[in-house]
Nanobody, 125 residues
Framework: QVQVVESGGGWVQPGESLRLSCAAS????????VAWFRQIPGKQRDMVAA????????EYPDSVKDRFTISGDTAKNTVCLQMNSLKPEDTAVYFC??????????????????WGQGIQVTVSS
């Protein structure tokens, strides 16, 4: 059983910043990857930031590179997304995801992607 919860988000004007936070709880054995995605209604969910469980590798698409920064403490099962210089096209529902190995109710180790519920980010004048 793994639960993922995002916090933060809201409405800002172009050029402003937001910081999103996310925490996972449950019988996590190992974190392979943590990531943030965003989705506009009617479109697919796209990755905007990803980080390896050990924090050694990060990845961003060109659309957010140099503006967004993923960080966190995987030992505490938390991750953040700092979003600077926000643009109207950044408006979307943002999701965090943990690719983890966890122990299920039968004490078996499983690997799954675990998603938060999503939080709205709106950037407009």
């Amino acid at each position: 059983q793994v639960q993922v919860v995002e916090s933060g988000g809201g409405w800002v004007q172009p050029g402003e910043s937001l910081r999103l936070s996310c925490a996972a709880s449950g019988s996590i054995v190992k974190i392979h990857t943590v990531a943030w995605f965003r989705q506009i209604p009617g479109k697919q969910r796209d990755m905007v930031a990803a980080m390896s469980g050990d924090g050694d590798h990060v990845e961003y698409p060109d659309s957010v590179k140099d503006r967004f920064t993923i960080s966190g403490d995987t030992a505490k099962n938390t991750v953040c997304l700092q979003m600077n210089s926000l643009k109207p096209e950044d408006t979307a529902v943002y999701f965090c995801a943990f690719d983890v190995e966890y122990r299920d109710a039968q004490l078996l180790i499983k690997r799954e992607d675990n998603w938060g519920q999503g939080i709205q980010v709106t950037v407009s004048s």
